[in-house]
Nanobody, 114 residues
């Protein structure tokens, strides 16, 4: 069964850091992968993406603060987040880009306090 499982969320003060992980069932080495987040507005937006060759692209809201990486040998996608802000509070999901409905997992919650 193809699945993606996110972890690493938590509560952190503004300015703090978190490391999110997405463990996959494998088979995504040819896909562009992405982290998405869903905040209070209930829209799920893409933040960073990483191509099969490792090229990363970032939404301007997180550029310079977040780093996406992938290790296809270990079937893992990582999001390193630093200098977190209250507006980063959201549920974070991983998926391919563009996303597939069947791959949405439970997400991992990030709560940033001011």
């Amino acid at each position: 069964q193809v699945q993606l499982v996110e972890s690493g969320g938590g509560s952190v003060q503004a300015g703090g850091s978190l490391r999110l992980s997405c463990v996959t069932s494998g088979g995504f080495s040819s896909n562009t992968m992405a982290w998405y987040r869903q905040g209070t507005r209930n829209r799920r937006t893409v933040i960073p993406t990483v191509s099969p060759t490792g090229y990363a692209d970032y939404d301007e809201d997180v550029r310079g603060r977040f780093t996406i990486s992938r290790d296809d040998a270990k079937n893992i996608l990582v999001l390193e987040m630093k200098d977190l802000k209250p507006e980063d509070t959201a549920t974070y999901f991983c998926n391919v880009r563009p996303p597939l409905r069947k791959l949405w997992g439970q997400g991992t919650h990030v709560f940033v306090t001011s």
